[in-house]
């Protein structure tokens, strides 16, 4: 089964200080990965995906995740973190053994950024 | 471009009755999925309609039914409440097609049953 795994249930970092964000996936084939960040109250917003090509993916408000075959993850990754980057974020994968590929996603990650 | 609106935002019934949740996708969109987003369970697919036919469908009981207009909205139904169906409902919409694509997100509905 196609999976996503988010081994971290909370991520604690200085401001200004870079930020690690942990995903690997297991699929069938080819991953298309996907990273979203989801405010409190709110729905989900779509920082950056990978579907093919460069292995280092730039997405919205500064973040970047790099794609790692051999390892199976896509890490999001920000040089320096900033407190309003504070929020729960979600590693997900398309699964395309579904007739049209829904997403699949892991339990998320709390990053809390302190001044 | 107006995004992807959901309603009702908060609402409450209790155990037994029914809900419908409505979605609006972003213009042009063809395709809606649902979510159900709990504390335990994390992000759950329920299921994604594309052109008014369900063409996928998560692992959730028959009580949990949707449907899409012919202007793509779509609504989400829930019969026979549960306590264990208290959640956000979140509703994403995306082009359709061949789906390697980002989904949009809704604020979702927080649905709690009492």
């Known amino acids: 089964a196609q999976s996503v795994a988010q081994p971290e249930d909370q991520v604690n970092v200085a401001e200004g200080n870079p930020l690690t964000v942990k995903c690997t996936y297991s699929v069938s084939g080819n991953p298309y990965l996907f990273w979203y960040v989801q405010y409190p109250n709110r729905g989900l917003q779509f920082l950056l995906k990978y579907i093919t090509g460069d292995n280092l993916v730039k997405g919205s408000y500064g973040f970047e995740a790099e794609f790692n075959k051999s390892q199976t993850s896509f890490h999001l990754k920000k040089p320096s973190a900033l407190v309003s980057d504070s929020a729960l974020y979600f590693c997900?994968?398309?699964?395309?053994?579904?007739?049209?590929?829904?997403?699949?996603f892991g339990k998320g990650t709390k990053l809390s950024v302190k001044p | 471009k107006a995004g992807v609106t959901q309603t009702p935002r908060y609402l409450i019934k209790t155990r037994g009755q029914q809900v419908t949740l409505s979605c609006s996708p972003i213009s042009g969109h063809r395709s809606v999925s649902w979510y159900q987003q709990t504390p335990g369970q994390g992000l759950q697919f329920l299921f994604e309609?594309?052109?008014?036919?369900?063409?996928n469908k998560g692992n959730f009981p028959g009580r949990f039914s949707g449907r899409q207009f012919s202007n793509s909205r779509s609504e989400m139904n829930v019969s026979t409440l549960e306590l264990g169906d208290s959640a956000l409902y979140l509703c994403?919409?995306?082009?359709?097609?061949?789906?390697?694509?980002?989904?949009?997100f809704g604020e979702g509905s927080r649905l709690t049953v009492l």
């Open positions: 309609y594309f052109s008014e036919t369900q063409r």
């Open positions: 997900a994968v398309r699964d395309m053994l579904g007739s049209q590929g829904n997403l699949i």
């Open positions: 994403a919409s995306s082009f359709g097609g061949p789906n390697t694509g980002e989904l949009f």
